[in-house]
Structure formats: C-alpha cells, structure tokens
C-alpha cells in the first residue's frame, strides 16, 4: 500500500459525458500528479500541483482540468468525454524536491462507451 | 527536450538469474533523478529505485540495482535472482530538476517473463 487512495477504483460512463476522479496522497506530501496510462499512448504525464497550485503542465487536453484543494487532496475533470479517453488514471504524490519519489495510487479505470 | 527509451519491449529470464533492463535518457539539465518502476497485471504501479544525476555510486535495493552511466546517458535496471514474480512490466522514469515544476517522463516500458 502506497498511501496514496484513489476513488473510484472503475468507472463506466457514456460518450459526452463528465466525471470527477478523486486523489488523496500520502500524509506530508504536498506534491499530487495526474498520469493518463492507455495502450497506445503509454503512460503520460497530465499535471503537477504542489500545495495547491498548478506547478507543471504536461499532455493534458483542454477538456480536462484538475485542481488541490486546502486538504491537499485532488480532483481531475474529464468533460465531453471520448471512446479514445478510456484509460486508466494515475494519481501519485512526492515530496517537494525532483529527488523525491513519487508513490503511485491504485488508479482509477475508465471506460467510456 | 526530455527523452527516455527503453529499446527492449518483451525479456524472458530463467528463474534464478540475473536480467537487465535497458533505459537512456536525454536531458540537458545537469539535476535529475532516474526512477524504475514496476506494473504487475493487477495494475498497480511499484516503485522500485531511485538514483539521482549527482549520485556518485549506483543505487541498490534488496535484488535491484541501478546500472548508471552517465556519460552515456543510461540507467539500466539488474534484478538478480529473478523471481516468479518479477514477471511484471518496468518503466524507467526521469524528472529534470526544474525549480518550476517537476514533470516526469516515463519510458514504453519492457514486459519481463520469468520462466520457471
């Protein structure tokens, strides 16, 4: 067990449609990253956010958006969703430093028919 | 831009021997840090070792060691004695060290089978 908790664990929806994926990361952490891991694009970075603000951006599409609440823990948007968005959703936590590990959560499958 | 590549998309290793797992990577930051994780099928995302761009010996936990040439721009994975199951997919990982952010890059990934 990692420390970091991830809801929900699935997650089956229709084309067009929003969800909301939920993160909360290892006590002390104030770092929260999102990775989108599906079998043709592999495992691709979203966004960072450290202690509440966005830190770093990476392959995240205009539909989906993410924010850190006071509590630390995060929420990704994903809107007007896809066949092509079915993957499944990593949220990982580290400490401030680039030397500090990032502990993944279990993830959150989607699958959007 | 940063790069990571790992050449070897499927290994098969005997039970009980050692294996290495290939990874270069390209960054023009001088601070990094080089990660392997590990995927079995259930999922779930394993960290494994850790080693940093200034760390002057190679990383070592338990099984796993880091082969790190850094002129050569290569963190290769080595599991000694391998285990049933290590049968998992391992991906090398590399963040730059910007003050700015920490966005992380991750290779393809190698899918290791460990035959009895």
């Known amino acids: 067990d990692s420390g970091v908790t991830q809801t929900p664990k699935h997650l089956i929806t229709a084309t067009g449609q929003r969800v909301t994926l939920r993160c909360s990361p290892r006590?002390?952490?104030?770092?929260v990253y999102w990775y989108q891991q599906s079998l043709d694009q592999g495992l691709q970075f979203l966004i960072q956010?450290?202690?509440?603000?966005?830190?770093a951006k990476g392959n995240i599409l205009e539909r989906f958006s993410a924010q850190q609440f006071p509590d630390l823990h995060s929420e990704l948007n994903l809107s007007s969703l896809e066949l092509g968005d079915s993957a499944l959703y990593f949220c990982?936590?580290?400490?401030?430093?680039?030397?500090?590990?990032?502990?993944f959560g279990p993830g959150t499958r989607l699958t959007v028919l | 831009a940063q790069k990571i590549t790992q050449t070897q998309p499927g290994m098969f290793v005997q039970e009980k021997e050692a294996v290495t797992l290939d990874c270069t990577y390209d960054?023009?930051?001088?601070?990094?840090?080089l990660f392997w994780y590990k995927q079995p099928s259930s999922g779930e995302m394993i960290f494994l070792i850790y080693?940093?761009?200034?760390?002057?010996q190679n990383a070592t936990e338990g099984r796993y060691s880091l082969n790190f040439q850094k002129a050569r721009k290569s963190a290769n994975l080595v599991i000694s004695a391998s285990q049933l199951g290590d049968s998992a997919m391992y991906f090398c990982?590399?963040?730059?060290?910007?003050?700015?952010?920490?966005?992380?890059?991750f290779g393809a990934g190698t899918r290791l089978f460990v035959k009895a």
């Open positions: 990982a936590s580290s400490g401030q430093g680039y030397t500090d590990t990032q502990y």
């Open positions: 006590s002390g952490d104030l770092s």
């Open positions: 990982a590399m963040r730059e060290g910007d003050t700015g952010g920490f966005k992380t890059i």
């Open positions: 080693q940093g761009s200034y760390d002057q």
């Open positions: 956010y450290y202690n509440g603000e966005e830190r």
């Open positions: 960054t023009s930051d001088p601070s990094y840090g």
